[in-house]
């Protein structure tokens, strides 16, 4: 994979988050009604063992690798700034507080996340080549591989409740505490081998999910924030395109995820 000029990538975020600062200040002489705010960060996952169903009728198939483990795969704790900035388990936030007074606002929330199911004893049980099984199999290539490794890709469309625990004197310094809840689709990278049969890896819309998920928001010279989140989710997936059929998951997972970000005031002046 090519990863072009990924710390000038980086490097370009930064500042122009940096470079925004004097521009908002001017904006803020008279107080808006709404809020807008984007970040982007970096995550890292745990998840629930799983069954994944697999149906090839044309095969003589129907059946389910059951109990496996799913691990992820950050990325960024193999050297962030040496490659690009959307390679490794990547997360951004785009939102708008409709009612500043109240924090309520609606987020689009979007995490890469990656699961991978390899190298362990997995549970075959079902139908296989039209004769009954209940075995176990050596879940390695190069006959054995399930990756939803450019992405598990979780999509939410977020509500939002704001709460303020803390404020300096001079609001220079703001500590808020958000609340999310919501439901989307996810929009996988299916990649997957069985019993030596490889699908074609591709993207596709592949099912739901729905989250709920806690952060701390830390707020600096009123327009720069640092937020850590804790998220729990549930995905199911559905028509995954495998060799010859289609497959069925379903997992939860939990989330930490850390983020960068600017906000500022949006919509018309408050009278």
Request: with cysteine; charged share 20%; aromatic share 16%.
């Amino acid at each position: 994979m090519n990863y072009k000029r990924p710390v000038q990538s980086a490097t370009l975020l930064l500042l122009f988050i940096f470079l925004a600062i004097p521009a908002l200040a001017q904006t803020q002489k008279k107080e808006r009604k709404k809020e807008f705010y984007f970040s982007w960060g970096y995550n890292k996952e745990w998840y629930t063992n799983s069954k994944v169903k697999i149906d090839q009728p044309s095969l003589g198939n129907h059946y389910s690798f059951v109990n496996i483990r799913g691990n992820d795969h950050p990325g960024w704790n193999e050297g962030l700034f040496t490659k690009a900035i959307s390679i490794p388990q990547y997360n951004y936030r785009i939102g708008l507080f409709v009612n500043k007074k109240r924090g309520i606002a609606f987020e689009i929330n979007f995490d890469h996340t990656k699961f991978i199911f390899a190298d362990q004893q997995a549970r075959v049980k079902g139908t296989l080549n039209k004769r009954t099984v209940d075995t176990v199999v050596s879940f390695r290539q190069p006959d054995f591989y399930y990756y939803l490794n450019n992405g598990a890709n979780f999509l939410l469309f977020n509500i939002v409740k704001r709460s303020q625990w803390y404020s300096s004197n001079n609001e220079k310094v703001k500590i808020d505490f958000l609340a999310k809840a919501g439901i989307g689709p996810v929009i996988p990278h299916v990649d997957n081998k069985f019993f030596g049969q490889a699908n074609d890896a591709h993207f596709q819309l592949g099912g739901w999910n729905m989250g709920v998920e806690g952060a701390i928001r830390a707020t600096f010279c009123k327009y720069v924030y640092l937020e850590y989140c804790n998220k729990i989710d549930y995905a199911r997936y559905s028509n995954l395109k495998i060799y010859k059929g289609t497959a069925k998951h379903a997992f939860g997972t939990y989330e930490m995820i850390l983020n960068l970000g600017i906000t500022f005031p949006a919509g018309g002046k408050v009278k």
